[in-house]
């Protein structure tokens, strides 16, 4: 639960960063702030946390990956604004 109201502090104060730059958020960034949060919650509910680090280092290369497909996905869609939003 900490580690999602950590991380919904951080995307809050990120969208909210946009005000000055007179930038609207859209729905995805709201989705973001509850989406990613929730799934956060119920992964680390899930998951337990390796001990191994070899697990741990298939972990980082997993995660890395899985980021880097899903921030193609985004940017090639045409809804990012640019690569700064992803």
Known sequence: MF??????????????????????????????LVVIAYVLDLTTYVMSAPSSPAVKATYVVVGVGVIGVGSALYLTTGWARGRETA
């Open 3 to 32: 580690l999602s109201l950590v991380d919904r502090s951080h995307q809050l104060r990120g969208a909210l960063g946009l005000v000055p730059l007179r930038e609207r958020p859209g729905i995805g960034t709201i989705a973001n």
